[in-house]
């Protein structure tokens, strides 16, 4: 069991464009490049038109939220030591069925733990940020 | 294959926390129990449908049980989706003579590691698991708690819903022996006060984490008849993976609250004689208590969006609910071990030998996880 935070497998070639483009600041999402269809989490093939093309694409980077949790300990010590914090699902503005998880930070570099869950509610509009945690930028989302 | 096969025999182990055996030894001692059970020997045995997750391979149980020459075996993936799976495609290859009789099972010990895969992860994820477990969405609880906030505010399902839940399967469970819970009682007011574990689920939203095994022996009707158990017949039988489906954290389709359930059962009931009106009581696999109102829906109890309210008025008690549920405890009450205590609970429904009994059960259904590619089977006398 891990002591650190659980993060992507940046070699993880399907799924690599992703977390490149957040470390650039961009959330990116695969769009077909035969129906341009987007989808979400990647994959190799479009499931609407079979193609394997595929393009990246930037998004708006405004959500709202879709649902959200507060998990309490015990989890993975690194998780733990956080808890209680919220985690959410966003439903992108663009086109609601591309969703992310993610957490709702007070601020662009503020904590998971720091909002008063009993404030969150779905449907609340959000912005996404990017929080560098080793070498990955994890996608976060703050009040708009 | 409509009633063509039946479960002819059911064993299991004692539940426990830190049982000493293997889960192989387990696995073995649940299969001979049910064997013995169906009055055949385990020379008889030529069939074998098992979970992926099995730790005792087929090769290791067969060896051990003294089984005969297998000239079938197939596994189910998915942890708890695969409870009725293996029953159904044990079913299917007796029905199709790939063999005469099989055997099907569970064994898990929670110290497990493969037993609890979310335990097992290092920190770095690959997979659909990378886009849920850096943000602390961790554990099976986690990833069921995002479906029901959702549920909760698009269907309106409440806490005094998922309480009916816990509340009826412990009801059942302190009529059953041998349950975990027997002899503990649960007020609605233990349950609002219970810590969180994820919000909105609480300590009594989980199921419970069981050291054991259990197994079922299926032939063919033909050879039920000589047997000494009242024959469980296999009347219908569905498994399903329901388009852009993803494994718990299903948030990333059109509908993420129309679970596998519903294509399941589009199948099962369209091979069936019977309609969810007609079912006089229900297994429904509840690893968390809002998986059964999902549940409720998915199969046809009611209608979308309804499944909170059902539960109220005591629906899912027995002796007077409209649909008694879970009536050996389940996992919430009874032992978690995947749901297969759900499938031997269906059967004993069917032979009259529950501890909380539907009299005269014409029929029995039981379900496999919904959140993961999952079946069903419907029993009936």
């Not at chain 1, 985690?87 to 709702?104: Q, T």
């Not at chain 2, 005094?160 to 027997?182: C, G, Q, S, W």
């Not at chain 2, 649909?323 to 031997?344: C, I, K, Q, W």
């Amino acid at each position: 069991m891990s002591d650190d935070f659980l993060l992507p497998d940046l070699d993880d070639e399907t799924s690599a464009p992703f977390w490149h483009g957040t470390a650039r600041g961009e959330l990116l999402v695969q769009s077909c490049g035969a129906c341009g269809a987007w989808r979400m989490p990647p994959r190799p093939m479009c499931p609407h038109c079979q193609s394997i093309s595929v393009t990246w694409v930037p998004t708006s980077g405004h959500a709202t939220i879709w649902s959200f949790i507060v998990p309490h300990a015990p989890l993975l010590p690194a998780y733990s030591e956080l808890a209680p914090y919220n985690a959410i699902v966003v439903a992108l503005d663009e086109d609601p069925s591309i969703r992310f998880v993610g957490n709702l930070v007070a601020t662009e570099t503020g904590p998971i733990n720091e909002i008063d869950p009993a404030t969150i509610a779905i449907g609340e509009p959000v912005r996404v940020v990017f929080q560098t945690v080793e070498d990955v930028a994890l996608p976060r989302w703050v009040r708009r | 294959m409509k009633d063509s096969c039946a479960v002819v025999g059911i064993g299991q182990t004692a539940y426990g926390k830190g049982l000493p055996d293997t889960e192989l030894s387990l696995a073995c001692q649940a299969i001979s129990a049910a064997i013995d059970d169906a009055g055949l020997r385990p020379s008889d045995v030529d069939g074998i449908a098992m979970f992926s997750m099995e730790d005792g391979r087929e090769v290791d149980v067969a060896r051990n049980v003294g089984l005969g020459d297998i000239t079938y075996f197939s596994e189910v993936g998915f942890g708890g989706g695969a409870g009725c799976g293996v029953v159904g495609q044990a079913a299917m290859a007796v029905a199709t003579g790939q063999c005469t009789t099989a055997v099907a099972w569970r064994a898990r010990k929670r110290a497990s590691k493969t037993s609890r895969p979310w335990a097992q992860v290092s920190d770095r994820v690959a997979g659909h698991q990378q886009w849920s477990r850096p943000f602390g969405v961790l554990r099976p609880v986690d990833e069921i708690a995002m479906l029901t906030r959702r549920a909760m505010h698009q269907y309106g399902y409440t806490r005094d819903h998922l309480a009916n839940v816990a509340l009826a399967f412990r009801k059942h469970a302190n009529r059953n022996p041998i349950a975990t819970m027997h002899a503990k009682e649960l007020t609605r007011e233990q349950y609002m006060d219970a810590r969180w574990i994820s919000e909105p689920l609480c300590l009594f939203d989980n199921c419970l984490e069981t050291d054991g095994a259990l197994a079922v022996v299926i032939t063919s009707a033909d050879r039920a008849r000589d047997l000494p158990q009242p024959p469980a017949y296999i009347h219908s039988f569905a498994q399903s993976i329901p388009q852009q489906h993803q494994v718990m954290t299903n948030y990333f389709c059109e509908d993420p609250l129309t679970g596998p359930a519903w294509a399941c059962a589009r199948l099962l009931w369209e091979r069936s004689d019977f309609q969810p009106a007609d079912v006089p009581v229900a297994q429904l696999y509840d690893a968390f208590s809002p998986l059964i109102p999902l549940s409720l829906e998915g199969y046809g109890f009611c209608g979308r969006g309804e499944g909170g309210e059902f539960t109220d008025d005591g629906a899912l008690e027995w002796p007077h609910g409209r649909l008694p549920t879970n009536t050996s405890g389940g996992g919430m009450s009874e032992a978690y071990v995947h749901g297969f205590n759900l499938v031997l609970e269906g059967v004993r429904q069917i032979r009259g030998t529950s501890p909380n009994q539907v009299a005269d059960a014409a029929c029995s259904l039981v379900t496999s996880g919904e959140g993961v590619p999952t079946s069903a089977v419907l029993f009936r006398r």
